[in-house]
């Protein structure tokens, strides 16, 4: 059984950057034709998709975010990661995150989200 767990501040300072690590159980993170994908959801909005890293370390990013963001992974320790930059107010969200099946792009596994608050 597939888990995803995330891990990182939960309070940040504008101009910070965020770090957050997803760990996941139960398979490989290099297994085919998988994606790991960063979403988060604002207080009040819908969810926003922020970028992926595939099965073979490709990366896409949402062009919104793209200045701002980075996503690595460490297959020895079958994580990956979220970087993201220059935080302000408006990046409050519950961050989740998120396996996804390459061919059909369906969402089916979700960590169970974790909240990152940005204020002075």
């Known amino acids: 059984q597939v888990q995803l767990q995330e891990s990182g501040p939960g309070l940040l300072k504008p101009s910070q950057t965020l770090s957050l690590t997803c760990t996941v159980s139960?398979?490989?993170?290099?297994?085919?034709?998988?994606?790991w994908s960063w979403i988060r959801q604002p207080p009040g909005k819908g969810l926003e998709w922020m970028g992926e890293?595939?099965?073979?370390?490709?990366?896409n990013y949402s062009p919104a975010l793209k200045c701002r963001t980075s996503i690595s992974r460490d297959t020895s320790q079958n994580q990956f990661t979220l970087q993201l930059s220059s935080v302000t107010p408006e990046d409050t969200a519950v961050y989740y995150c998120?396996?996804?099946?390459?061919?059909?792009?369906?969402?089916?596994?979700w960590g169970q989200g974790t909240q990152v608050s940005v204020s002075s």
């Open positions: 998120v396996r996804a099946i390459g061919d059909s792009g369906e969402y089916d596994l």
């Open positions: 139960g398979g490989s993170i290099t297994n085919n034709y998988y994606y």
């Open positions: 890293i595939g099965y073979n370390g490709n990366t």
